[in-house]
């Protein structure tokens, strides 16, 4: 049987490292989950732009140039390759001189790009984000967004990535989802859901459709409720504005808590604090807000 201090150290060892771990765990996969990005935009499309800007310098500029001797050291390079002495024949061989003087100075510029592909290597981001710029704008346009619109039909009907499609477009829509994009939250609320007694955090995206507010004879409202841990899921109720509490928390703190699974709860809405009430408008709404402080002890 283990003593008394033995079960002390390994209980303290136990609790000393997953408190490290709870405190180192957040930096470290933030920062695995960045290099993994950068790794991944590098890979799939810095590279290949990279790529086309070196081939573009080959076709439409005379340099690097190679002189006839380095030419012909060249293609003793190409008869010990396999691959590109297949496409030396494809392209004519020996009947095709200007091909292996292109390969030539394709060698020499790789050469020369890889010295310096710390800062070169960079193009290729530097176009990718022009680009998504470009094509941003445009797509902003009002061509742009019949465009969008009907290539999205397109997809929509196209058997498997129609049914992959708008999974993706919303996840991304919640994501980086701009101004424009119809995920959009105003407020947090708290409504009764998935029944009377169990109240949920959900988020207001709008006013209810038309038909459901005629026959129900009252203001209701659109509530977003997220699910957790994938806050990007979750479910669309219609509920009366009268049964909603309008929480004053901001949309990342009521995020937070529902990814955490309401352990991450926001400052000011600590249970156990002193809190000050306020008026604030919310959307129009004027609504109690609160601020948290220390608690003061009972008068005596």
Known sequence: MPSQSQRKKRSNFRRFF??????????????????????????????PINTGVRESILWVS???????????????????DNQRLAAWEAAGGESNPLW???????????????????????????????????VGAFLGSLIGR???SRGEGVLKKVPLIGQVYPSVKQVTDFLVGSDD?????SRVVAVEYPRKGLWSIGLV???TMRTIAENTGGDCITVFVPSSPTPFTGYVVTVPRSDTIVLPVTIEEALRFTVSGGVIVPATQQVGRKVA????????IADKAVTSGPDEPPAS
């Open 18 to 47: 997953f408190r490290g771990l709870a405190i180192l765990l957040p930096s470290i996969l933030t920062i695995w989950i960045l290099m993994a990005a950068y790794g991944f935009v590098q890979q799939k499309i810095a590279q």
């Open 62 to 80: 005379p340099w690097p140039t190679v002189l006839a001797e380095r030419v012909e050291d060249h293609k003793k390079v190409i008869r010990a």
């Open 100 to 134: 292996a003087k292109r390969d030539a100075r394709r060698a020499v510029l790789e050469q020369w790009w890889n010295k310096n592909s710390v800062l070169l290597d960079l193009i290729g981001l530097m176009i990718a984000v022009v680009a998504i710029y470009i």
């Open 146 to 148: 019949k465009l969008v």
């Open 181 to 185: 994009k119809p995920i959009r939250f």
């Open 205 to 207: 995206t709008g006013d």
């Open 277 to 284: 009430v306020d008026e604030v408008a919310v959307d129009g």
